[in-house]
C-alpha cells in the first residue's frame, strides 16, 4: 500500500546560533516541507529518489558498506539509514520512495533536517501514533548522522524541530537539557513572512564550524580566568563574566551567545504577553547581534533586514538560520503584506542583482504520515 509522508522545514524565531552553545531556541515547523510517496516492499532494497536532484540513492539494508556517495543530497538519508540499521529487525524492512519538495536547498530552511528525519520516520515505519520518546530518539541520531556521517558540527535544534514541532505553537527548547515546552504562536493581526535571499550557502563549506570552535574557545577563557566553578557551555555564563575575554573577536562571540539567549526569554515573555511590538523589537535586535557580533548575515541578509524594517507594517526582521545566505523572517501586518512585499522586493532586486522570493507561512506540525 501507497504511504505518504511530510516532514516540514523549520523557521527558527529567534535564538540563532546558540543550540550548539547549550542555549535556549524558538523555532517553528512551517507549511513547507519534504513529502514522499512510499511504497513499502518487504525486500532489503531502499530506493530513494527525488525531483530535481540527480541519481537515485540505491541502498541493501543486508551487503551495504554505506561509503558517501558523490551527490551530496544522497548523503543524508545513508547516514540516517547507516545509524538505524542496529535498530531495525529484520533488514528486510525496504521501500521505494519518490520525495518532492517546495523547501528551496541551501536556504535556511532546513531542508537537509526534513531528509533526515523523514527518513528515519520512513525506515521505522511510523504512523501518527508515535510517541513523544521516539521524537526525541529520532532528533538526537539525525543530529549524530550531520555531526559524524556528513561532517557538519551543527547542534540539534533543527532535527528538533522538525521531529517535534506541533502546529499553531512555537517549540521553546533548552538545547543543553532537551527539555522543552510548547507556546501558542498565533499573532493575530500579524503575519510571519520568510524571505529567501536567494543567495546560496553550503553549510559545512561557510564558517559555521568556525563560529563553533570560537564559542569554544571562549568557554575556555572563562573558565580558566574565573578558576572554580565550570560552566559546560556558553549560554549558563552570566553577561558580566565577559570581562574574562580579552580577545576582542571572542568577546564579540561571546556577546552575541549570552544576549541571544536573554532575547529568546524575553520573546516568550512578549508572545505569552501578546506583545507583538516588543517580540518584532527582539527579532531586530537579534539580527544586529548576528551583523556585528557573530558576523555570520552578508550583504544580502543586511540589506534585505534593512529594507524590511523599514517597510510599511513590519514589527521587526531577522536572519533565520545558518546564515550566510538564505532566509530571513519578517513580523509584519497582515493588511499591509501587499504593500510591504512592492516596497522591499523591487529594492532587494535591484541592490543585489538577485530575485526575493516571499513566502507567508504559520506553524505548522513536525513529521507525519498524511491522511
Known amino acids: 500500500m501507497l504511504q505518504q509522508y511530510f516532514a516540514p522545514g523549520r523557521v527558527n524565531l529567534i535564538g540563532e546560533h546558540i543550540d550548539y552553545n547549550g542555549g535556549l531556541v524558538l523555532p517553528i515547523a512551517i507549511a513547507q516541507g519534504i513529502g514522499a510517496k512510499v511504497l513499502y516492499t518487504g525486500n532489503p532494497e531502499v530506493r530513494i529518489r527525488s525531483a530535481g536532484m540527480n541519481g537515485e540513492l540505491v541502498v541493501n ?5 554505506f561509503e558517501k556517495r558523490p551527490e551530496a543530497w544522497m548523503n543524508y538519508p545513508l547516514g540516517v539509514i547507516k545509524y538505524l540499521l542496529p535498530y531495525i529487525q529484520p533488514h528486510t524492512n525496504g521501500f521505494d520512495a519518490a520525495l518532492h519538495t517546495d523547501l528551496p536547498a541551501g536556504s535556511g530552511l532546513s531542508s537537509s533536517a526534513a531528509l533526515e528525519v523523514l527518513t528515519a520516520y520512513i525506515l521505522l515505519n511510523m504512523g501518527n501514533g508515535q510517541s513523544k520518546s521516539d521524537g526525541v530518539m529520532i ?3 539525525c543530529k549524530q548522522v550531520e555531526n559524524e556521517f556528513v561532517g557538519v558540527n551543527c547542534g540539534i535544534m533543527d532535527q528538533f524541530a522538525v521531529s517535534m514541532c506541533k502546529a499553531q505553537h512555537a517549540l521553546l527548547l533548552n538545547c543543553n537539557s532537551l ?7 498565533e499573532p493575530g493581526n500579524y503575519s510571519l513572512l520568510v524571505m529567501n535571499t536567494n543567495k546560496p550557502r553550503k553549510l559545512s563549506e561557510s564558517k559555521y564550524n568556525e563560529r563553533k570552535g570560537e564559542c569554544e574557545q571562549a568557554l575556555t577563557l572563562i573558565n580558566h580566568n574565573r578558576g572554580s566553578h565550570p560552566i559546560d557551555n556558553l549560554c549558563q555564563a552570566d553577561f558580566n563574566w565577559l570581562g574574562y575575554i580579552k580577545d576582542n573577536l571572542l568577546h564579540k562571540r561571546a556577546k552575541h551567545v549570552i544576549t541571544e539567549n536573554y532575547r529568546v526569554q524575553a520573546a516568550v515573555n512578549a508572545m505569552q504577553a501578546n506583545d507583538w511590538y516588543e517580540f518584532g523589537e527582539l527579532l531586530t535586535q537579534s539580527h544586529w547581534s548576528l551583523r556585528d557580533n557573530y558576523e555570520v548575515t552578508g550583504f544580502e541578509l543586511d540589506t534585505l533586514v534593512n529594507l524590511a524594517v523599514h517597510a510599511s507594517g513590519c514589527l521587526g526582521a531577522r536572519m533565520t538560520g545558518a546564515g550566510f545566505g538564505g532566509c530571513a523572517i519578517a ?10 512585499t512592492e516596497q522591499v522586493k523591487p529594492a532587494y532586486d535591484k541592490t543585489t542583482g538577485l530575485s526575493l522570493e516571499i513566502l507567508v507561512t504559520r506553524a505548522e506540525s513536525g513529521v507525519h504520515l498524511q491522511a
Do not use: M, W
Open 61 to 65: 539494508l543486508l551487503s551495504e558498506t
Open 139 to 141: 532528533a538526537k541520531l
Open 179 to 185: 527539555k522543552y515546552q510548547y507556546v501558542p504562536f
Open 331 to 340: 513580523l509584519v501586518e497582515t493588511s499591509k503584506i501587499g504593500q510591504f
